[in-house]
């Protein structure tokens, strides 16, 4: 045998587990951003609604939810140039599509 099998699986145990937390802490700093966009809304905040937008933008691209990413990419454009007027619509949009991405993504690490 080229690979010792046993090593082999061992890793792949290691990494799936390290990728379940990785995944873990993307499901906490979602839902923590997504409630400082709530919160900053309610004070009329473009600036950390922006913010919060951007950073769910970068986050949810680098694990391939390209969904809710592009959606954070739309709204991020639309308060960087000064309009919130649908904010509460925005953030229903933000939650929905959160909870399908943590349900795919659920799935795929069935």
Known sequence: MYVDEAHFKS?????????????????????????????????????????????????SATLGANKISQLAADIEARYNSGDITNWEADLEQLQQYFKGTVEEINQLMA
């Open 11 to 59: 890793t792949r145990e290691i990494l799936i587990r390290r990728f379940q937390l990785i995944i873990d802490a993307y499901f906490e700093e979602c839902s923590s951003m997504i409630e400082s966009f709530k919160q900053a809304g309610m004070k009329d905040d473009i600036e950390t609604m922006s913010r919060m937008a951007h950073s769910l933008k970068s986050t």
